[in-house]
T-cell receptor, first 109, second 115 residues
Framework: NAGVTQTPKFRVLKTGQSMTLLCAQD?????MYWYRQDPGMGLRLIHY???????AKGEVPDGYNVSRLKKQNFLLGLESAAPSQTSVYFC????????FGQGTRLTVV | QKEVEQDPGPLSVPEGAIVSLNCTYS??????FMWYRQYSRKGPELLMY????GNKEDGRFTAQVDKSSKYISLFIRDSQPSDSATYLC???????????????FGTGTQLKVEL
């Protein structure tokens, strides 16, 4: 049972480049989330989804887009990366308890 | 002002000590309170989940909620080096079941238990 798997684990981007972070869960969870974690700021919600085909904005959505075409996958896109998006990104899914992935460390230079 | 305040530490204690970790909050709508443990370079994992005021015990861990003071605590008895991690409090105005539930996290307290 893999739980929540994030791809990639590490990435360095140049300013203006784009990329997609993939989250996959094998627990048949309806609800999925993308957070970013920054020193002194804690975990902040970027976007979330309450089911296949649905997405909604969280606390800090600007500069990010998401898609939930399949129930098990939740993709986070950065269209034009900025240094302010340097962070550790966590995907999570849940029914009652929230399960987190291992995180993606993204550096934008 | 942040909705949830948590001292970042670091907090260093000797093995076997009783550890007290705390969060304060300002939103009186919060009803559901959680503690997560996060090891270095890992994702958070749920430790304790409590509803409204009162205490909940699970092994060496006790979660305490005082809604009148808007203050929650996590106590760790007989602390072990394996307890060294960052502890995050989280809270919500809705139960964990149900769609659209969003958690508000504290910034985390880094704990080190030394031999």
């Amino acid at each position: 049972n893999a739980g929540v798997t994030q791809t990639p684990k590490f990435r360095v981007l140049k300013t203006g480049q784009s990329m997609t972070l993939l989250c996959a869960q094998d627990m048949n969870h309806e609800y999925m989330y993308w957070y970013r974690q920054d020193p002194g700021m804690g975990l902040r919600l970027i976007h979330y989804s309450v089911g296949e085909g649905t997405t909604a904005k969280g606390e800090v959505p600007d500069g990010y887009n998401v898609s939930r075409l399949k129930k098990q996958n939740f993709l986070l896109g950065l269209e034009s990366a900025a240094p302010s998006q340097t962070s550790v990104y966590f995907c999570a899914s849940r029914t009652q308890e929230t399960f987190f992935g291992q995180g993606t460390r993204l550096t934008v230079v | 002002q942040k909705e949830v305040e948590q001292d970042p530490g670091p907090l260093s204690v000797p093995e076997g000590a009783i550890v007290s970790l705390n969060c304060t909050y300002s939103n009186s709508a919060f009803q559901y309170f959680m503690w997560y443990r996060q090891y270095s370079r890992k994702g958070p994992e749920l430790l304790m989940y409590t509803y409204s005021s009162g205490n909940k015990e699970d092994g060496r861990f006790t979660a305490q909620v005082d809604k009148s003071s808007k203050y929650i605590s996590l106590f760790i008895r007989d602390s072990q080096p394996s307890d060294s991690a960052t502890y995050l409090c989280a809270m919500s105005g809705r139960p964990l079941t149900g769609g659209g539930n969003k958690l508000t996290f504290g910034t985390g307290t880094q704990l080190k238990v030394e031999l």
